[in-house]
């Protein structure tokens, strides 16, 4: 009988909700699968420092962590990693416990650490040998090592995904503050600019703007025209003429113009004060995207893209390339995770470079079809959504002719009604 093969999860890079839930889910799955399950608290630091850090999971370990929000095995910086001692103490932290594979939850960077670790594994394994820190026996059942990747990420800014673990916990943190807002808003005919979270990814800001009807947004992929100023101005007053109490804009904290600079929520807040006369306020709303318990959306993402995590792991081979573990249209899929890593990265440099259309068409096809939506449904005056003038009278007069026939049996009716029984 070969050894047990054991298998460890980890959460790196910023948290967000449904990480508990994806790593209940590693450790059940791997136990149910017959192998045994570890937990690396504290990110990559735990990696390198070993020990305690490095824990085995029992089923009823993790009992409870589906309701829970961030991540309950932590999360650090580490820059002993980012050198290749660290990395080297950390191979021999995972040899001595016997663990040969990891599947990892976190952003672009994290995920990309965790490859090239894989990388370097075989150069690693034998310098242990060489300088005898290890033996060979002790290594020759860890010869090479299986990474597996989720992305947890409340921006939602992995390419190849159409939702990462928390996007929508944050998304639905951010209707609830601008529908609270609304009210005040609403009460003081007030204008109100919500920041959201997204440096280089618009998505919650885009999201947020359909969600909740907002007359303006911003986003780093597709900026405002040279003219923004004005125009956003004259969409608040068409807006407001049509008796609209109160205004919200939504700006990403990457936002920036066509040529790059940065678009503050103040400066916005004072172009709404000075050139449209409204009172203004800035919202930062910060921290509590990012923290709370998870939505039931991606409670269930976490569960079913950990469960296959784990299946990717025991039918990977050393010549498998690293996957990561995506959902595409409503599928859990498996694709490479260094592509989808590469496309991300191709976003923000699409940006730098200006090349907005390659930007926004990099980003999954829904992003586009929302953004579409987003200006159809508050567009104020979109002459080429409407009937052309001829058609628009004759459907006039056919309603007024529906109209007058509905009202003369009306009539009729009324009379035949008041005629006395005989």
């Not at 990474?147 to 947890?152: P, Q, R, T």
């Not at 004259?234 to 205004?247: I, L, M, P, S």
């Not at 987003?374 to 309603?399: N, W």
């Amino acid at each position: 009988m070969g050894k047990k093969k054991k298998i460890a999860v980890m959460t790196s890079g910023g948290d967000s909700p449904g990480m508990s839930g994806a790593v209940r889910a590693v450790v059940r799955q791997t136990i149910a699968s017959g192998c045994d399950a570890f937990a690396v608290y504290e990110g990559y630091e735990g990696l390198v420092q070993g020990g305690d850090m490095i824990r085995p999971m029992a089923w009823e370990d993790v009992r409870g962590w589906l309701s829970e929000g961030g991540t309950l095995i932590g999360t650090a910086r580490c820059m002993a990693f980012h050198e290749r001692p660290g990395r080297l103490t950390a191979a021999k932290n995972l040899i001595t416990k016997g663990i040969d594979a990891i599947v990892i939850c976190g952003g672009d960077g994290s995920l990309t650490g965790a490859d090239r670790f894989r990388g370097e594994w075989p150069s690693l394994v034998q310098e242990l040998v060489d300088t005898k820190q290890m033996t060979e026996e002790q290594v020759k059942p860890y010869l090479h090592l299986n990474i597996v990747g989720l992305v947890g990420s409340i921006d939602n800014d992995m390419s190849s995904t159409d939702a990462t673990i928390g996007c929508y916990s944050s998304l639905q943190r951010i209707c609830s503050a601008i529908d609270t807002i609304d009210a005040t808003a609403f009460s003081h005919q007030r204008a109100f600019v919500i920041e959201v979270m997204g440096r280089h990814c618009g998505w919650l800001a885009l999201m947020a703007g359909v969600a909740c009807g907002a007359d303006h947004i911003f986003i780093p992929e597709n900026p405002p025209s040279d003219d923004w100023e004005a125009e956003m101005c004259d969409v608040v007053r068409a807006h407001r003429k049509q008796g609209k109490r109160k205004t919200i804009v939504v700006i990403a904290e990457g936002a920036h113009d066509r040529e790059l600079n940065p678009i503050s929520p103040n400066k916005v807040k004072e172009l709404l004060s000075k050139k449209v006369g409204l009172d203004t306020r800035v919202t930062t709303l910060g921290h509590v995207q990012r923290g709370g318990t998870a939505c039931a959306y991606d409670r269930m993402l976490a569960t079913l893209q950990g469960v296959e995590a784990v299946r990717a792991v025991l039918d990977a081979t050393p010549e498998t390339p690293s996957p990561v573990i995506c959902i595409v249209e409503n599928k859990i899929v498996r694709k490479p995770l260094l592509d989808a890593v590469r496309l991300t990265h191709e976003v923000a440099e699409s940006i730098e470079k200006k090349d907005f259309q390659k930007a926004m068409q990099l980003r999954d096809a829904e992003f586009a079809e929302y953004y579409q939506a987003y200006h159809i449904t508050t567009g104020t005056d979109r002459q080429d959504m409407r009937l052309p003038v001829e058609k628009a009278s004759c459907t006039t007069e056919f309603y007024d002719n529906l109209l007058t026939i509905y009202r003369g049996r009306e009539l009729v009716s009324s009379m035949l009604v008041r005629q006395p029984v005989v």
